[in-house]
T-cell receptor, first 112, second 114 residues
Framework: QKEVEQDPGPLSVPEGAIVSLNCTYSNSAFQYFMWYRQYSRKGPELLMYTYSSGNKEDGRFTAQVDKSSKYISLFIRDSQPSDSATYLCAMSGASSGDKLTFGTGTRLAVRP | DTAVSQTPKYLVTQMGNDKSIKCEQNLGHDTMYWYKQDSKKFLKIMFSYNNKELIINETVPNRFSPKSPDKAHLNLHINSLELGDSAVYFC?????????????FGEGSRLTVL
């Protein structure tokens, strides 16, 4: 079983929908939680990171972490066709220099 | 002006050959990485260097050898290529050692081994 599990999708939604992307993990040592967006044939780009449990909002994006359930989510409000991409969750431990462990990504398509 | 650039973008080669991928960053970062992304989009770290010093060396076959001639460059040499080496290889950099994921990735080098 992988340390980080993520539904690969694809997930197809109409423009304007609220999108929910999720990851579960098994390693309780993870303290930092990230979401990356990866467009086709491009490298991943960091959307946001969260430390420990709680919520973090950045524009249309909200990240949630529930460490008790080992479950993290990314919500995208008012989704746009330009949000169509693969979304990767990633996690790391408390020490700087701890490696990132990635999920396999969820492919999202937002239909105009 | 590309922040993290990799060459070549595409590489098609025969099994048993040796190949290199080069990476350069112009962000002034101290830390550089090599990641491998397989066909299922799973991204896994291979190596990280901080100020030219090897920090992370995952369980990668020793056919893979990274080289960091200076802080701005991290190259990857692969000997005796195998079919399973086919993947997209991403170079990334960060300001320093980080666990907050603030990495800048290149566009990837797509390696196909026939």
């Amino acid at each position: 079983q992988k340390e980080v599990e993520q539904d690969p999708g694809p997930l197809s939604v109409p423009e304007g929908a609220i999108v929910s992307l999720n990851c579960t993990y098994s390693n309780s040592a993870f303290q930092y939680f990230m979401w990356y967006r990866q467009y086709s044939r491009k490298g991943p780009e960091l959307l946001m990171y969260t430390y420990s449990s709680g919520n973090k909002e950045d524009g249309r994006f909200t990240a949630q972490v529930d460490k008790s359930s080992k479950y993290i989510s990314l919500f995208i409000r008012d989704s746009q066709p330009s949000d169509s991409a693969t979304y990767l969750c990633a996690m790391s431990g408390a020490s700087s220099g701890d490696k990132l462990t990635f999920g396999t990504g969820t492919r999202l398509a937002v239909r105009p | 002006d590309t922040a993290v650039s990799q060459t070549p973008k595409y590489l098609v080669t025969q099994m048993g050959n040796d190949k290199s991928i080069k990476c350069e960053q112009n962000l002034g970062h101290d830390t550089m990485y090599w990641y491998k992304q397989d066909s299922k989009k799973f991204l896994k770290i291979m190596f990280s260097y901080n100020n030219k010093e090897l920090i992370i060396n995952e369980t990668v076959p020793n056919r893979f050898s990274p080289k960091s001639p200076d802080k701005a460059h991290l190259n990857l040499h692969i000997n005796s290529l195998e079919l399973g080496d086919s993947a997209v290889y991403f170079c990334a950099s960060s300001l320093g050692l980080t666990n907050t994921g603030e990495l800048f990735f290149g566009e990837g080098s797509r390696l196909t081994v026939l």
